[in-house]
């Protein structure tokens, strides 16, 4: 059971480049979360998934684009890199839809991306 | 505007003492809270939550309190070990069952043996 998997584990591109994050998870969680975390700001949510098909956007989505076409799967996409997106994105799942039950989510290891 | 404050960056205890950190927040409507533990160069794992209805919730060494009426709450490893040194975020949320949750900027603990 691998959990949450993240690639590339790190990456530099230049400014304009365009990349995609990829994001699987294998515990069957309906919900998928994409965050950043620089220093001073703790996890700040971009966008995220409360199941195939349906996304919507978090605190910070400007300059990212996601899609969730299966259950598994919620790549986040940067189409033009701008140096302020240099940070650490952490993917995350989650399985809980009862306002009852806690809903932990488990994070993958990350992807460390520098945009020069 | 930062919703979920933990105002000390960093924090260093003695081996076998207590560790106490801190977090306060300022959204009245937040009414669950976690704790998540992060190693260098991993993801964030959790490590205890509380609901509003309870003011403490102990799980081994570690012990969450909530203070509504401050809006604060702390988390307490007793004893603390050299493995705990990590750093540690709150989150709060809403509801339990959401996937939507503000994080604290989080506090460096360094454990010394």
């Known amino acids: 059971n691998a959990g949450v998997t993240q690639t590339p584990k790190f990456q530099v591109l230049k400014t304009g480049q365009s990349m995609t994050l990829q994001c699987a998870q294998d515990?069957?969680?309906?919900?998928m979360s994409w965050y950043r975390q620089d220093p001073g700001m703790g996890l700040r949510l971009i966008h995220y998934?409360?199941?195939?098909?349906?996304?919507d956007q978090g605190e910070v989505p400007n300059g990212y684009n996601v899609s969730r076409s299966t259950t598994e799967d919620f790549p986040l996409r940067l189409l033009s890199a701008a140096p302020s997106q240099t940070s650490v994105y952490f993917c995350?799942?989650?399985?809980?839809?009862?306002?009852?039950?806690?809903?932990?989510?488990?994070f993958g290891a990350g992807t460390r991306l520098s945009v020069l | 505007d930062q919703q979920v404050k933990q105002n000390s960056p960093s924090l260093s205890v003695q081996e076998g003492r207590i560790s106490i950190l801190n977090c306060d927040y300022t959204n009245s409507m937040f009414d669950y809270f976690l704790w998540y533990k992060k190693y260098p160069a991993e993801g964030p794992t959790f490590l205890i939550s509380?609901?509003?209805?309870?003011d403490k919730n102990e799980d081994g060494r570690f012990t969450v309190f909530l203070n509504k009426s401050a809006k604060h709450l702390s988390l307490h490893i007793v004893p603390s070990q050299p493995g705990d040194s990590a750093v540690y975020f709150c989150a709060a949320s809403v509801a339990s069952g959401t996937y939507k949750y503000i994080f604290g900027t989080g506090t460096r603990l360094k454990v010394l043996a």
């Open positions: 995350a799942s989650s399985y809980s839809r009862l306002a009852s039950q806690t809903n932990i989510q488990y």
């Open positions: 509380i609901s509003s209805i309870k």
């Open positions: 998934s409360v199941g195939a098909g349906i996304t």
């Open positions: 515990m069957n969680h309906e919900y």
